[in-house]
């Protein structure tokens, strides 16, 4: 069974800082891999998606994320957060073997202005 | 385009309480999915369906939950009787079917359960 680990439960930031939130996921075979955000009141939204290709892929509102397959990781990143950034965001994984996604924990980010 | 349309957004029952969701995805979506989000945790699959067919239900408690989606389209996912620990955000989610696995999932605002 494919299983999701996100290890930072709650960060806070000031505006302008730099932002990388960890994502570890545990399967031994091929996988899709994904960023979802939650903005306050709303509902869950794609950030960004690694299916093949370049390792580091980006996505929108400036954020980005980097496979490293030999860590079993997918960290989410961001050069300077911006207020309105704050929001829960989750890492999830899909294993190519059948449509079911796999979520982590979630990140809840504050950033104060 | 329309969003995932759930409803209804809240609602507050007692213990023993039937209660009932609606989900009705995105026009063409041919994959409808169920999850549980418990507060701060992330959402947990509870069932999946390809058309009509449900493929994916291991998770579901099936000694109280059921779910359906008859004409492939809407679904509706039931509780009887509910429990305290039912309280949470059900979302429903779907996604057109891709080749080799999940593309991205469009999520509707969730059904946020409280029993008291």
């Known amino acids: 069974a494919q299983s999701v680990s996100q290890h930072n439960h709650h960060v806070i930031l000031s505006e302008a800082a730099s932002l990388e939130l960890g994502c570890n996921y545990s399967y031994g075979g091929t996988v899709n891999l994904f960023w979802y955000v939650q903005y306050p009141g709303q509902h869950l939204q794609l950030l960004l998606k690694y299916f093949s290709g370049d390792p580091l892929v980006k996505g929108i509102k400036g954020f980005e994320a980097e496979f490293i397959k030999s860590k079993f990781s997918f960290n989410l990143r961001k050069p300077s957060v911006q207020w309105s950034d704050t929001a829960e965001y989750f890492c999830?994984?899909?294993?190519?073997?059948?449509?079911?996604?796999?979520f982590g924990g979630g990140t809840r980010l504050m950033v104060k202005p | 385009e329309a969003g995932v349309v759930q409803s209804p957004r809240y609602k507050i029952i007692e213990k023993k309480q039937p209660v009932a969701f609606w989900c009705n995805p995105i026009?063409?979506?041919?994959?409808l999915y169920w999850y549980r989000q418990n507060l701060g945790q992330g959402p947990e699959l509870l069932i999946r369906y390809e058309n009509e067919e449900a493929v994916d239900d291991s998770q579901l408690p099936k000694d109280r939950f059921s779910a359906e989606r008859l004409k492939g389209v809407d679904s509706t996912l039931k509780i009887q009787p509910a429990e305290l620990g039912d309280s949470a955000v059900y979302l429903c989610?779907?996604?057109?079917?891709?080749?080799?696995?999940?593309?991205?999932?469009?999520f509707g605002e969730g059904s946020r359960l409280t029993v008291l």
């Open positions: 999830a994984v899909n294993n190519n073997a059948g449509n079911m996604l796999t």
């Open positions: 989610a779907s996604s057109p079917r891709l080749a080799g696995g999940a593309g991205e999932l469009f």
């Open positions: 026009s063409g979506h041919n994959t």
